[in-house]
Nanobody, 122 residues
Framework: QVQLQESGPGLVKPSQTLSLTCTVS??????????WSWIRQPPGKGLEWIGY???????HYSPSLKSRTSISRDTSKNQFTLQLSSVPPEDTAVYYC??????????????WGQGTQVPVSS
């Protein structure tokens, strides 16, 4: 059974870069046809998909965040990472990594990390 675990430094200061790592066990991030995604949920709000890195290594980002988003991977460690730059306080959220697959044009996420709280605050 695939498991995902988010990790990172915790609090991020406004205007800095938010960096998180997702460590995957029980499955390879290069396995066809999975899409390794970052998703966030601000307090009291709904889930927002940030982007993914596909099993091929190709990335795709939410249009609203793509200018600030970079997702990469380290296949030797079976990890993928999120870098979200120039963060405002509104980026405060629980950040999740998740494994998704396409159902038609929509991604469905069947495996999730537990999430990590990332305050963006001075």
């Amino acid at each position: 059974q695939v498991q995902l675990q988010e990790s990172g430094p915790g609090l991020v200061k406004p205007s800095q870069t938010l960096s998180l790592t997702c460590t995957v066990s029980g499955g390879s991030i290069t396995t066809n046809y999975y899409y390794w995604s970052w998703i966030r949920q601000p307090p009291g709000k709904g889930l927002e998909w940030i982007g993914y890195i596909a099993y091929t290594g190709r990335t795709h980002y939410s249009p609203s965040l793509k200018s600030r988003t970079s997702i990469s991977r380290d296949t030797s460690k079976n990890q993928f990472t999120l870098q979200l730059s120039s963060v405002p306080p509104e980026d405060t959220a629980v950040y999740y990594c998740a494994r998704g697959g396409y159902s038609g044009r929509s991604l469905c996420f069947g495996s999730w990390g537990q999430g990590t709280q990332v305050p963006v605050s001075s």
